[in-house]
């Protein structure tokens, strides 16, 4: 079965300011007491990075996804985009939803979003609660992070669309992706769970939605979150240090953009984070799924 396809096929589509927004809810296989996990996926895929371990991650807890505006699924307008707009997209659906107390998982960009959502609940400005958090490979700290040419390049250019029928295809996009996988994998691991590499299959389906309707085209637009992030680091990163809500990181640590040392100093500065290193790169969802799986879901169901 097509991989994009049977993603498409679980989500369902709700509108949030006029626009179109791909969600994705999973109910408890076996309800317990945790509050639902509630998942912010990454630049410039979606949240279709974590179909392998959903299941596991939803055997005793609701799973909601997103795909965020520009991304995945969701709607691809012409726009500038801005992370405090994606926060009010995931604040807006948990309220569609019926999500007030929740746990939280984020990715890469997913961070800095649920950084942003963290300092609402901070400042009481947010209907939502969080409970526990878990944190894996993102750039929380700029300073410290490796961007590729690619999101150089990306970052040299007018903050606009490209023209109709340009921008990087799926194949390319899939290499692109494959490169940040743990070195020597190439992204084209045989898919058992436990082996270090990302299935080719993945990174693929990944790519797909990145380019589905004219998202590559969108590229250029969506990468100005890296110079918002600067600018508000502050605020997202220092929400990520001090929210009250129990810290878990899991972390490929041969991602080569978001590297170690990031862990490193946010353990520095939140000591009682509970650290898991895999042994994997920037995708440890697709690399790692088991192992990925049981140290999030580990920490979530911590006393």
Known sequence: MDEVEDWARRATEVTVGGEAVAVVDVPAGHPGAAPPLLVIHGFPTSSIDFAPVLDRLAERRRVVLLDLPGYGLSAKPDRAYSLFGQADVVEAVAAITGLTEVDLLTHDMGDSVGGEVLARTLERSSPLR??????????????????????????????????????????????????????????????????????????????????????????????????????????????????????????????????????????????????????????????????????????????
Not at 293 to 298: F, I, Q, R
């Open 130 to 303: 969080v409970r526990r958090r878990v944190l894996t490979n993102g750039s929380i700290y700029l300073g410290l992070a490796h961007l590729t040419d690619g999101q150089q390049f990306l970052r040299s250019l007018p903050d606009e669309a490209l023209p109709d029928g340009s921008g990087p295809d799926a194949e390319t996009l899939a290499g692109t992706l494959a490169a940040l996988c743990a070195p020597g994998s190439g992204g084209a691991g045989g898919g058992t769970g436990g082996s270090t590499g990302a299935p080719a299959r993945h990174l693929r389906a990944g790519a797909e939605l990145v380019v589905r309707g004219g998202g590559a085209r969108l590229l250029p637009r969506l990468i100005r979150y890296i110079d918002e992030r600067a600018e508000h680091e502050s605020r997202w990163t220092g929400a990520v240090e001090t929210h009250p809500a129990p810290l878990a990181v899991v972390w490929g640590r041969h991602d080569p953009i978001a590297v170690a040392g990031m862990v490193e100093r946010l353990a520095e500065r939140r000591p009682d984070a509970a650290v898991t290193w895999l042994d994997a790169g920037h995708w440890p969802m697709l690399e790692q799924p088991d192992a990925f799986a049981k140290a999030t879901v580990t920490a979530l169901d911590a006393p």
